[in-house]
């Protein structure tokens, strides 16, 4: 197909088969889309005209793209990746008098001890912007980078996906916080014999201190499993339970009195906290301000 050809193309079909290849159900990609359910299967007829290919096949309940359709996706985003892109670039951003909407994931611990100096600078630029906070840990950030919605993430981070970019903002080491007020630090004993505490979004009862402990031959005993770091504080007051959290986090909490901060009983990498975006708002100028201003307010260049 030569250039002159394009002019026979509906973009809108593109836009629906990326959307299609994301969601994998024509219900849920017409909700997306704000169409119709029969509007979104004539332009999955369409798509299928226009490619020659089934694209998708039906399976239970979900639509599994073909060998076909997984090639043109993988050339395909990067190509509206792109046309985005320069789109954007055509916008000029004034920060004091822009309305614009940010979606933004974050990590429950980011959300708890850093977006609020973040959002007081935010508000003080740019007033009028509003703010969307979804809640994106390593395991849902590269999904809701994918579908576009969020087009940034502040969280700890594995994989990702192809059209994402990633920058590290700090590398941070855990604490240990406790209410009592018995002097010294806490020995590896005390630290095991302790009852604890744990954040954990989906109720599971280990995490990364477990696999440490396990190494040493040595185990704990949480006692308390929270789904979010708001809380925390009040709920070790006046009790023996200890929680180990994020240094960031460990600030916050300690900073209102009555909690106190140790270092860990035993050595632990340090742990990167990354701030992910999606190619294709890479250049655009809102997107770069709020990427400077997390950068700015949620970074530590001494950790680092």
């Known amino acids: 197909m030569n250039r002159s050809d394009l002019r026979r193309v509906d973009f809108n079909l593109l836009i629906v ?65 792109a046309i985005s892109g320069v789109l954007s670039n055509t916008r000029d951003f004034d920060p004091a008098t822009s309305e614009a909407v940010f979606r933004i994931g974050l990590s429950d611990d980011v959300e708890f001890a850093l977006l609020p100096p973040l959002l007081k600078r935010l508000r003080s630029e740019a007033p009028n912007v509003v703010l969307v906070i979804r809640r994106a840990n390593y395991l849902q950030a590269p999904h809701l980078l994918s579908s ?65 402990l396990a190494k040493m031959g040595r ?10 770091f708001n809380g925390l504080g009040s709920l070790l007051a006046g009790t023996d339970i200890i929680a180990t959290v994020p240094d960031y986090a460990a600030g916050v909490l300690t900073a209102g009195g009555g909690l106190r901060e140790d270092e ?3 050595a632990v990498d340090p742990f990167e906290l990354s701030m992910v975006w999606r190619s294709a708002q890479d250049n655009d100028p809102g997107e770069r301000w709020l990427r400077s201003r997390i950068q700015m307010f949620a970074g530590d260049p001494d950790s680092l």
């Open 17 to 81: 088969f990326e959307t299609l290849m994301q969601e994998r159900s024509v219900s849920r990609a017409a909700e997306r889309l704000f169409l119709g359910q029969p509007a979104t299967s004539a332009a999955l007829a369409r798509l299928r005209t226009l490619f020659d290919d089934p694209l998708f096949v039906r399976t239970g309940r979900t639509m599994e793209p073909t060998t076909r359709a997984q090639e043109i996706f993988e050339s395909l985003q990067p190509a509206l990746d």
């Open 148 to 212: 576009g919605e969020i087009t940034v993430a502040v969280c700890y981070t594995r994989e990702l996906p192809a059209n994402a970019k990633r920058r590290t903002l700090r590398r941070t080491t855990p604490r240990v916080i406790r209410a009592d007020a018995t002097p010294g630090a806490l020995s590896l004993d005390d630290f095991c014999a302790r009852p604890h505490a744990l954040v954990s979004h989906d109720g599971d009862l280990t995490g990364y201190v477990d696999d440490h």
């Open 264 to 266: 860990l009983p035993f």
């Open 219 to 228: 185990q704990r005993h949480v006692a308390l499993a929270v789904p979010q």
